[in-house]
Nanobody
Framework: QLQLAESGGGMVQPGGSLSLSCAAS????????MNWYRQDSRKERELVAS????????NYADSVKGRFTISRDNAKNTVYLQMNSLKPEDTAVYYC?????????????WGQGTQVTVSS
């Protein structure tokens, strides 16, 4: 059964840290690029961080560069997002996404999301 299960969300004070995990199953994880998106009620879903299938390439939104780190462990079928120096504007639901494109076929899977709240 295909599944992306996020964990690690919660509430933290400004300047604090959280680590999100996304455990994947039911598809060939190591073939897929992995992404973290976030969305709050007032904005469109935003791409936060991406990592290539082998983990050799990463990209970040300007708003999180230098504070967030994406990584993956293909042996554990898990992608991570380490979030440091958190700000109130980082408050959102964070979604794990798996993406794979081959020829004219696109495979795009989503987790259920995990809430991150940054507040004093």
């Amino acid at each position: 059964q295909l599944q992306l299960a996020e964990s690690g969300g919660g509430m933290v004070q400004p300047g604090g840290s959280l680590s999100l995990s996304c455990a994947a199953s039911g598809f060939p994880f190591s073939n897929y690029a992995m992404n973290w998106y976030r969305q709050d009620s007032r904005k469109e879903r935003e791409l936060v961080a991406s990592i290539s299938s082998a983990g050799g390439s990463t990209n970040y939104a300007d708003s999180v560069k230098g504070r967030f780190t994406i990584s993956r462990d293909n042996a554990k079928n898990t992608v991570y997002l380490q979030m440091n120096s958190l700000k109130p504007e980082d408050t959102a639901v964070y979604y794990c996404n798996a993406f794979y494109q081959v020829r004219q076929s696109t495979f795009n899977y989503w987790g259920q999301g995990t809430q991150v709240t940054v507040s004093s």
